[in-house]
């Protein structure tokens, strides 16, 4: 075993040589960017300079961006969650002759580029589209839907819902129905069930599903762009917009760190709660 | 005494099979009845419904005078062992069985004394902070089992709770389900295909076959008296031979003529004689109430502490089975041999109509 063993870092080799070139070096290429003079026109000045970072460090403006995508990043992957658990649960559950067709009908939509669908819901929320129309039928003033960040919510939590499904379902494989069987004999209610043997059993995949919505909400910047109408500005977008409108690349890359740091930061915080909860469960 | 559990044709279809038929069964207070039969003869799907975690398709449930057929599981005080354990995989052994007693909302110092008491019942101190994967099946069982007796529920619900243990943990825990049952005054239902359990421990066995019950009785009525072929030969070892009833009751089996008891016939019929209810012998027990045929040995097997012998009587073959005794190795192939049997022992049913 132990002889075996020592070859093994040798099959990582080439992985890693390929992360050093594709993606550890880019980056802190674009590390190194943020502290270069950002000329008018997309140039860039030779001298190191902190200026970029201060410039950060100073503006509100951007500190409330950077918040403002976390809050919706957050509340989009909680938003998922609660819509994709029951979803995911139910296909867990239905009959295995039926199971395949409806895990490919919750995925399906990845099949259409993000674009296309956030012109869907452009479609659908927009104040001629039918979700509007549907509300006042019912008798509640719905107020704007799209140009504002309910529409980006909304488009959102739709188009990373399949990514949260495929986390949930694969995080079900521990959960077995004798499990719950075996607690309601033992009295439990339930929701008791719930709490006690279904959560718990699919908590990891809840965590993985939650970083990954989290990760890629918080990357996201067509969706915002279209179905915030511009108005409603996150660190994605504005990323986009330093870089390809303003020219302003130091700026950008200064924001890619942030962003990157926000990973960074996702990543831990998601190893610390999949470990603990991996010590209770296992 | 008004019986504690009573099924009233209960019923259980999965479309067109009939997985549960007709079963009307009253388990008196303290009982302990066995469900026996082959697999997939209905068991489980009959403890299911009895613990309500699979709706009757038809039928009564009746608990203490109660109707409980639409109860959900939760209300129904039942503790159940699973055939697959089920034990819950991020709990540890102290946990699971903390469990029901939670919900029961027992105070946390008497579920302690409670856990430790049905860990020691199983024999399984030492395993309390265990996770269920660090035990072994037998290890998992017992934990099964603990975990349903630990509740005292009225009624104990156990899916063949000792198939994976080895021979002597198994009569040791029947032995022990058994006391605990009987001190606790547990009405229990007991599901196993293995009938030795069955025979040792339940105070009535209702055999199932393709969901049907085919006999209800005490182990030695279930034994002695078996209500037909089935179950003559599902429970015990038996040899079967056919024959003719002639108008005077009496048995052609080949040259032989022979009585039986029962009252099939006359025509066909079917005979049927434990091994080890023949006698080998020199004529001496001829006499009223006895069989006696002469036959020759084909087979000799000494499995230690018994003999069993196989016997070419006219169109039959018999197994005899008698103790084996130090310094006498038995007859031996090609030997001609004297058999003789009660006639009471001859049970006697109609033969099958070949399908
Ligand atoms: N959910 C189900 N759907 C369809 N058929 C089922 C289902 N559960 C059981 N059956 C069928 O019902 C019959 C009885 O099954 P059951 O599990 O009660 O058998 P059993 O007596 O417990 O057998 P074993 O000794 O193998 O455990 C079987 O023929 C089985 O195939
Ligand atoms: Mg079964």
Not at chain 2, 132 to 152: C, D, F, K, M, Y
Request: contains cysteine; hydrophobic residues 50%; aromatic residues 6%.
């Amino acid at each position: 075993m132990s002889g075996r063993s020592g070859l093994l870092p040798l099959l990582v080799l080439p992985a890693v040589a390929v992360n050093l070139l594709v993606f550890l070096w880019p980056i802190l290429n674009l590390a190194g960017l943020s502290f270069r003079e950002g000329l008018p026109g997309g140039g860039l000045g030779t001298e190191f300079t902190l200026a970029t970072w201060q410039e950060l460090a100073a503006d509100e403006f951007f500190r409330e961006i950077l918040l403002r995508s976390i809050v919706m990043s957050l509340s989009i992957t909680l938003l998922a969650l609660l819509a994709a658990y029951p979803l995911a649960f139910f296909v867990h559950r239905s009959d295995p002759r039926w199971r395949s067709i409806l895990v490919v009908a919750c995925i399906s939509p990845l099949l259409i580029s993000a674009v296309v669908r956030t012109y869907g819901w452009l479609v659908i929320l927009g104040d001629r589209g039918f979700a509007p129309a549907i509300l006042r039928g019912i008798g509640i003033e719905p107020g704007r839907l799209v140009f504002n960040m309910t529409g980006v919510v909304i488009g959102l939590v739709e188009i990373l819902m399949p990514y949260m499904i495929l986390c949930l379902l694969a995080g079900f494989g521990r959960l077995n129905h004798t499990l719950e069987e075996a607690a309601a004999s033992l009295g439990a209610p339930p929701f008791t069930v719930f709490r006690r043997i279904v959560l718990p059993l699919t908590l990891p995949g809840i965590l993985l599903g939650c970083l990954l919505t989290f990760v890629l909400t918080i990357s996201s910047f067509i969706t915002p762009k279209l179905l915030g109408g511009g108005r409603v500005l996150l660190l994605a977008t504005e990323i986009y917009d330093q870089a390809i409108v303003t020219l302003n690349w130091p700026l950008a890359a200064a924001l890619s760190v942030i962003a990157l740091g926000v990973f960074g930061l996702a990543i831990f915080v998601y190893g610390r709660i999949a470990r603990a909860a991996e010590r209770a469960i296992a | 005494m008004a019986p504690h559990l009573e099924l009233h044709a209960l019923e259980k279809r999965f479309g067109a099979t009939r997985a549960v038929q007709a079963l009307t069964l009253a388990v008196g207070k303290g009982e302990l009845i066995g469900l026996l039969g082959p697999s997939g003869c209905g068991k489980t799907t009959t403890l299911r419904m009895i613990g309500g975690l699979m709706p009757a398709s038809a039928g009564r449930i009746v608990v203490a005078g109660r109707d409980v057929t639409a109860l959900p599981p939760h209300q129904r005080d039942m503790g159940i062992v699973f055939q697959n354990y089920a034990l819950f995989p991020h709990m540890d052994v102290a946990q699971n069985l903390s469990f029901g007693l939670e919900m029961r909302k027992i105070p946390a110092a008497e579920r302690a004394a409670r856990v430790t008491r049905a860990l020691a019942m199983v024999r399984l101190e030492a395993f309390a902070r265990r996770k269920p994967r660090e035990l072994s099946g037998g290890q998992q069982q017992r934990v099964a089992l603990a975990r349903a007796l630990v509740i005292e529920p009225s009624i104990l619900l156990l899916d063949e709770p000792l198939s994976n243990l080895d021979a002597n943990l198994r009569e040791e825990m029947r032995n022990e389900i058994r006391d605990i049952q009987q001190r606790l005054g547990i009405t229990a239902v007991f599901v196993t295909h293995d009938q030795s359990e069955a025979l040792a421990i339940c105070d009535r066995i209702a055999v199932m076959r393709l969901g049907v019950l085919e006999q209800l009785g005490t182990p030695f009525e279930i034994y002695e008296r078996p209500a037909n072929e089935f179950v003559a030969g599902f429970v015990g070892r038996v040899n079967r031979a056919p024959a003719e009833r002639l108008a005077d009751g009496r048995l052609r089996l080949g040259e032989l003529l022979v009585q039986g008891s029962g009252t099939a016939g006359p025509g066909p019929v079917t005979l049927m004689i434990r091994p080890h209810r023949i006698r080998l012998g020199d004529g001496a027990l001829e006499g009223p109430g006895w069989n006696s045929a002469t036959g020759t040995v084909t087979r000799r097997t000494f499995v230690g502490d018994l003999l069993s012998i196989e016997v070419t009587v006219g169109p039959a073959t018999l197994l005899v089975e008698q103790h084996s005794f130090a310094g006498a190795p038995g007859p031996a192939p090609g030997d001609a041999v004297q058999l003789a049997w009660r006639a009471e022992d001859t049970l006697v049913f109609p033969a099958r109509v070949p399908a």
